[in-house]
């Protein structure tokens, strides 16, 4: 691999996509077994440009400026200045809110352009995805003049409670007498938690993108506690989301995440040790001993144990070890640069760990035991714990970021199909500022061919994961010709529809399809959709639907976790097995059905 030049498969263009689907994805299974994506160094030296320069110097910057805890380059004198970790969270959630954090550039398939956020939050008319349909008041797809408003308003109040100066409080000089920094006035973090609320009832795709089950927790403890308690409260906030990310890993799915992303990993130059996580490539590629010690042991028992030890620990030096090894763990997750690449919120938890855990120590009056009153406690902790374990017990009624599970596997997740020729009608959509990315591709420079086998690499990289086995065998039950049809990873292409995408199937599920169809008008049988819910935490199976754009749902049913994890990536022993609690009677896979079908409501 080059600086501009990446790894492309060694395939010949010329027949390549001549080759029967299952053959395609073997070849660039394979292929992303040894080399990933293959992506050029020079995309992730801009990403670490964007990190370094406009998140870590421009937050500090920003932070010191505003505050009075500078200059900036005297960390010995801001690292543990309050105001400057509430001024901290605040850049990045505005950072996240415009796009330009998580879910940017060509790793998270934003080729052109390489922002979604406020390109597609601030345009009246583009999609809209209400989070739950009983709430009042939040009907419709398209984003309003009120939407927009609502918007551009929570931008406008988080840049004026970040630039305002601080304000000393009783609480904080008993606490830190030589304070003078103060903190963020509780009055001006109001409006953005209240428009916080409202944008996300609103439209979930804003709440999600901004990372509102994390940030807003924390801005509301700034807003409504004294000092201590301030702090105490984002202790547990940062160990539940660490614990609930480490429990969600529990399970068989987490293993199939490991090796490809350790595959995709520029930090591991060293291919020998890219295909020890797999048992016996090029013949098996499932997850290996290696792979599952890496995850169960390097991943999840850190994730779980270290962040209790971090609370309770009272020990200066276990504290120092306990602290290390969670910065560590961030900083490894960060050189992985892992899809949607959430690079800036693993460099704020790396410096939060810090500053909430030897900034403020457990022995110095600031431990669990140390808040104002017990019951406070209680309260905190049901109410950050309430969303993961909802999650976890009802996944069709939590997005899987608030239900802490960010990179577990467990995700719910979608592939689309359409018919030869049909994806193209998705450019017709209107109020959208970007087209599909393969024709973003072309845009960019790149050859059709190239531009489009470089698009099968992400579906490739779907079917090395535990629900691209299912996935993939609903498509071959439901479409005999596939092999002629256009397959897309529903994560990436719905990213140029909403401006944004993180791993969760709830920002394509059958409300974006009916919201599409409404607008471009698919026929039947042109974009068959495969999608399938989270695994229940207490269930063996996950459910999936079946959907014709045109009809509406046409299937349902489950498949066992232990089927699709124990199946190779491109299904050499054919779909794995389904069982099928409802079908649609007038619908036979995606052959023509009556003009006169009526359409399955939106369910």
Not at 199 to 217: N, V
Not at 295 to 301: E, K
Request: net charge neutral; aromatic share 12%.
């Amino acid at each position: 691999m080059g600086f501009k030049t990446g790894d492309f498969p060694p395939v010949d263009t010329g027949t390549f996509l001549e080759l029967p689907l299952r053959e395609r994805m073997r070849v660039l299974a394979l292929h992303w077994v040894e080399y990933g994506f293959g992506t050029p160094k020079m995309v992730h030296t801009i990403y670490l440009a964007k990190v370094l320069m406009l998140y870590m110097f421009g937050g500090v910057l920003v932070a010191t400026l505003t505050s009075g805890a500078g200059p900036f380059w005297d960390v010995a004198h801001w690292w543990n200045a309050p105001i400057v970790y509430q001024k901290l969270v605040l850049w990045t959630v505005l950072l996240e809110a415009v796009g330009a954090a998580g879910s940017w550039g060509p790793l998270a398939g934003k080729f052109k352009p390489m922002t979604g956020g406020v390109l597609y939050f601030a345009r009246q008319g583009a999609i809209r995805l209400r989070p739950w349909r009983r709430v009042p008041l939040t009907g419709g797809d398209a984003r309003t003049p009120v939407d927009v408003m609502l918007y551009l308003g929570f931008l406008l109040s988080l840049l004026i409670a970040l630039l305002a100066p601080g304000r000393t409080t009783a609480a904080l000089l008993d606490a830190l007498p030589d304070n003078t920094s103060g903190l963020i006035r509780p009055a001006l973090l109001i409006a953005p938690i209240a428009l916080y609320i409202l944008c996300g009832l609103r439209d979930k795709t804003i709440f999600l993108a901004a990372r509102g089950e994390q940030y807003l927790p924390a801005l509301v403890f700034f807003a409504v506690l004294p000092f201590t308690d301030m702090i105490v409260a984002a202790k547990l906030l940062i160990v539940i989301v660490w614990v609930g990310a480490g429990a969600s890993k529990f399970g068989r799915h987490f293993t199939n995440v490991v090796p490809p992303m350790m595959s995709n990993s520029p930090a591991m130059p060293f291919r020998s040790i890219k295909r020890a996580h797999y048992r016996d490539f090029p013949r098996d590629i499932r997850p290996s001993g290696v792979a599952s010690f890496m995850a169960h042991v390097g991943g999840t028992t850190i994730e779980v144990i270290t962040p209790i030890v971090l609370l309770f620990s009272t020990n200066r030096w276990l504290s120092l070890a306990a602290v290390a090894v969670m910065v560590i763990f961030h900083l490894f997750i960060t050189s992985t640069f892992p899809l949607a690449v959430p690079l800036e919120w693993n460099i704020l938890f790396a410096y939060l760990t810090v500053f909430l855990f030897l900034g403020f120590p457990n022995s110095k009056g600031y431990g669990v035991f140390d808040m104002s009153s017990p019951w406070l406690t209680v309260a905190i902790v049901a109410a950050l714990a309430f969303f993961p374990v909802l999650g976890n017990l009802r996944p069709d009624l939590v997005s899987f970021l608030p239900s802490m599970r960010q990179y577990a596997g467990n995700w719910a997740s979608a592939l689309w199909a359409f018919a030869p020729g049909a994806e193209a009608k998705l450019n017709t959509l209107a109020h959208r500022p970007a087209l599909n990315q393969v024709d973003q591709l072309e845009a960019s420079g790149y050859e059709p061919v190239i531009a489009e086998i470089t698009m099968q690499q992400t579906i490739a990289w779907r079917s090395m994961h535990s629900q691209g086995r299912g996935l993939f065998s609903l498509l071959y039950k439901h479409i005999p010709d596939l092999d002629r049809w256009t397959v897309r990873e529903a994560e990436f292409a719905c990213n140029s529809l909403i401006g944004f995408n993180f791993g969760d199937g709830h920002l394509h599920d059958f409300d974006l399809i009916d919201a599409v169809q409404r607008r471009v008008g698919f026929a039947p049988g042109e974009w068959i959709v495969v999608w399938v819910e989270s695994q229940p935490i207490h269930r063996s199976t996950q459910e999936y639907m079946v959907v014709d754009a045109a009809l509406g749902v046409i299937e349902r049913g489950t498949w066992e976790v232990a089927d699709a994890v124990e199946a190779m990536p491109w299904l050499p022993d054919g779909p794995i097995p389904h069982r099928v609690s409802w079908r649609r009677e007038d619908v036979a896979g995606a052959s023509p059905v009556r003009p006169d079908a009526a359409a399955q409501p939106a369910e």
